[in-house]
T-cell receptor, first 115, second 117 residues
Framework: EAGVTQFPSHSVIEKGQTVTLRCDPISGHDNLYWYRRVMGKEIKFLLHFVKESKQDESGMPNNRFLAERTGGTYSTLKVQPAELEDSGVYFC?????????????FGSGTRLTVV | AQKVTQAQTEISVVEKEDVTLDCVYETRDTTYYLFWYKQPPSGELVFLIRRNSFDEQNEISGRYSWNFQKSTSSFNFTITASQVVDSAVYFCALSETTQGGSEKLVFGKGTKLTVNP
């Protein structure tokens, strides 16, 4: 089966611009998560979708971040306007159920650099 | 609050040496999962193991082994006879049940392992 796919793999944008990251989960996985790792720090949870609904968005840093999952398939994470501190690696993961029992599959991440 | 501590920031060993990566966690949940992920230079997070909190049996998979000790809240990872291909950043993670009934992972900061030929 295909894994979790993220696009683009790298993005370099100027401060103040907008960037949209995309994640395609494993087919049939209702649960989709976004995480990010800011340089030198832990990988931190951003939000969790169950199908098209946001189950938990407690990790979203501020209202410059907007995540969507229309139709319950792929998801997008938009940063508008981007700031320097948004630089980092953004990971997407998907799972069959809400609990960790059957594990999470992560994508390769999108490395975002804001200059 | 849930927390994962990987005290070793970087470890450097010579090929064929054994190496242990430490992981200590804090949780308020009675049921939880512990994970190890590997991040090679290519960037993806590769799943290595998932352990249920009720299962304290140690596990061995080839050159990899994991020691789960609930009494000390530790879930250490040992690579036996390390190889250059083991060079990567290794993350320990803990599941946390959210108020909404779903789950997220809490990660440690990672340990960068370099295996030199």
């Amino acid at each position: 089966e295909a894994g979790v796919t993220q696009f683009p793999s790298h993005s370099v944008i100027e401060k103040g611009q907008t960037v949209t990251l995309r994640c395609d989960p494993i087919s049939g996985h209702d649960n989709l998560y976004w995480y990010r790792r800011v340089m030198g720090k832990e990988i931190k949870f951003l939000l969790h979708f169950v199908k098209e609904s946001k189950q938990d968005e407690s990790g979203m840093p501020n209202n410059r971040f907007l995540a969507e999952r229309t139709g319950g398939t792929y998801s997008t994470l938009k940063v508008q306007p981007a700031e320097l501190e948004d630089s980092g690696v953004y990971f997407c993961a998907s799972s069959l159920d809400r609990q960790g029992g059957r594990g999470y599959t992560f994508g390769s991440g999108t490395r975002l650099t804001v200059v | 609050a849930q927390k994962v501590t990987q005290a070793q920031t970087e470890i450097s060993v010579v090929e064929k040496e054994d190496v242990t990566l430490d992981c200590v966690y804090e949780t308020r949940d009675t049921t939880y999962y512990l994970f190890w992920y590997k991040q090679p230079p290519s960037g993806e997070l590769v799943f290595l193991i998932r352990r249920n909190s009720f299962d304290e049996q140690n596990e061995i998979s080839g050159r990899y082994s994991w020691n789960f000790q609930k009494s000390t809240s530790s879930f250490n990872f040992t690579i036996t006879a390390s190889q250059v291909v083991d060079s990567a950043v290794y993350f320990c993670a803990l599941s946390e049940t959210t108020q909404g009934g779903s789950e997220k992972l809490v990660f440690g900061k990672g340990t960068k392992l370099t295996v030199n030929p």
